[in-house]
């Protein structure tokens, strides 16, 4: 499965949206259900996940998944 | 030295732009002059707490090295930070404590009386940050001079926003910055207009009748009471946004953009949606400063942990405001809110309309700011009993003096502050579009 496919299933589990409506360019503003909250369930996953600590400012900063792939990839 | 005074527009902000502006000529770094200009701009409020300042700075700096240079280092970090809590307890919650603990206790124990420094709420938690932010090698190469200019730059100092130093120091650092810029020139000085409008036109206007209305409660009626609620929430907003406007204008004119603190928050939604809206730094910082690195800390969170964990931190953010019972419960009800508003929204599946959402959002706000407002339990639960009390709808008040204060101007200015807090355009959005032209 590739980085795109994982963080979709992430985001999905943990704010309730459904995979279908996640698309690459998808960010917290396109889905009410995405909020800081649920952000911060998806950057604690995302580090477990991948094994990449994510440094506190970081984490509200990484709001959309290709935010995300990019910081995986660096 | 406020900003919509005589001595700052016409005599310290002509100066410092001058001395910014010809830097070379006067053989000195334009941080050097920025310093300076914050130094005299924070001793002008009382320069018996210059030194002080300059302690707490010198201190964090030495903490900020460490923390750069040492690899993960938690214990300097947790010692930096209860330093910075420390010091802000002593001066502004210390005697908070004391009165509390003799109420409590039954006993008699002295009150010290300290005055609180000036801006040392908002420099703390800029502070913090920035420890945080070092502490997880986001920050290289860290001078004194840049770490001095990052705190005592004195259009964000007093009251915010609350800045990033990444974000602040890159903008200094660059070399086109130091070179007159006429747009960032033109803007400056609009928003420092558009500020002044709010503060002396808008929030002054309004705070007259607040005022007076707080200190007579008994007065008001129905009516009056739910009047005075408004002109308090508007008196706020504009008196705060119009600050910040004046802050980043003037920041414009040395072009530096602070980021936005506004952004027509009465026009918000929901609860949640306020807080992406009013002070949107302090937010910012509550979100990734406090709840993620707590959150982060708890296993296993769920659902009910992270909103028990709301509460405390808006319970912290009510303190902040200051040593009061009201603003704990400021904190709580808005903790409240925002636990309401989640739990709303996974399990409902309907929207309310737009207008009924900004409705009851507004209006859970303004009562909120009751709290903010009254110096303690009676005089809110006195308003908040006005409200409901319909036995008083039809009560004439005769007052004098409050009926030379609710004049034609009153309510015109009143009218004004409703229509430009839910339908105009904000600072931001004019900012963007004279950017855009």
Request: proline letters at 2%.
């Amino acid at each position: 499965m590739n980085n795109f496919n994982i963080i979709k299933k992430i985001i999905a589990k943990n704010t309730g949206i459904k995979l279908k409506n996640l698309l690459p360019n998808s960010c917290s503003a396109d889905f009410v259900k995405w909020d800081s909250i649920s952000n911060i369930k998806i950057m604690i996953a995302i580090e477990k996940e991948f094994k990449k600590k994510i440094s506190t400012s970081k984490m509200s900063e990484l709001d959309s998944i290709k935010k995300i792939e990019n910081y995986l990839n660096k | 030295m406020l900003f919509y005074s005589n001595i700052y527009l016409f005599l310290f902000l002509p100066i410092s732009l001058l001395l910014f502006y010809f830097h070379k000529l006067l053989k000195f770094d334009h941080k050097t002059l920025l310093i300076v200009c914050g130094i005299f701009f924070y001793s002008w409020w009382n320069y018996k707490y210059v030194p002080l300042i300059l302690l707490i700075i010198f201190i964090n700096y030495f903490f900020a090295l460490k923390l750069t240079l040492t690899k993960s280092n938690k214990l300097i970090l947790f010692f930096s930070i209860l330093f910075n809590i420390l010091i802000l307890i002593i001066f502004k919650y210390l005697d908070f404590f004391i009165l509390n603990l003799n109420y409590v206790f039954g006993i008699n124990l002295e009150t010290y009386g300290l005055p609180f420094p000036l801006a040392l709420s908002f420099i703390t938690f800029q502070v913090i940050a920035m420890l945080v932010n070092c502490y997880d090698k986001e920050i290289e190469n860290l001078r004194l001079k840049d770490f001095f200019i990052f705190i005592i730059f004195f259009p964000q100092l007093i009251a915010g926003p609350i800045v990033k130093f990444n974000y602040m120091i890159k903008q200094f650092n660059n070399k086109e910055n130091q070179k007159f810029n006429l747009v960032c020139f033109n803007l400056g000085i609009l928003l420092i207009l558009i500020g002044l409008v709010k503060k002396i036109l808008l929030a002054e206007n309004l705070g007259n009748f607040v005022d007076y209305g707080y200190e007579n409660i008994n007065l008001l009626n129905f009516y009056l009471s739910w009047l005075l609620t408004f002109s308090f929430t508007f008196q706020l907003y504009f008196d705060f946004s119009g600050y910040i406007d004046m802050a980043t204008g003037s920041a414009l004119l040395f072009n530096i953009i602070l980021p936005k603190n506004f952004n027509s928050p009465f026009k918000s939604l929901s609860i949640i949606d306020f807080w992406k809206k009013w002070h949107i730094t302090l937010g910012e910082f509550l979100t990734n400063y406090i709840y993620s690195p707590w959150a982060k800390s708890i296993k296993k969170l769920n659902f009910t942990k992270s909103m028990m964990l709301i509460i405390v931190v808006f319970l912290i953010a009510g303190i902040w405001h200051g040593p009061t019972w009201c603003f704990l419960i400021f904190g709580l009800i808005h903790g409240l809110g925002l636990v309401t508003n989640h739990i709303y929204r996974k399990n409902t599946i309907f929207e309310l309309n737009t207008f009924l959402s900004c409705f009851i959002t507004f209006n859970f706000v303004n009562l909120s700011f009751i709290f903010f407002r009254s110096q303690n339990f009676l005089e809110a639960f006195s308003i908040l009993n006005n409200l409901v009390n319909y036995s008083r709808i039809i009560e004439i008040t005769n007052n004098l003096a409050l009926v030379e204060i609710l004049d034609i101007k009153f309510y015109l200015i009143f009218l004004s502050a409703i229509l430009i807090s839910f339908f105009g355009i904000n600072s931001n959005q004019i900012f963007e579009k004279y950017k855009q032209n």
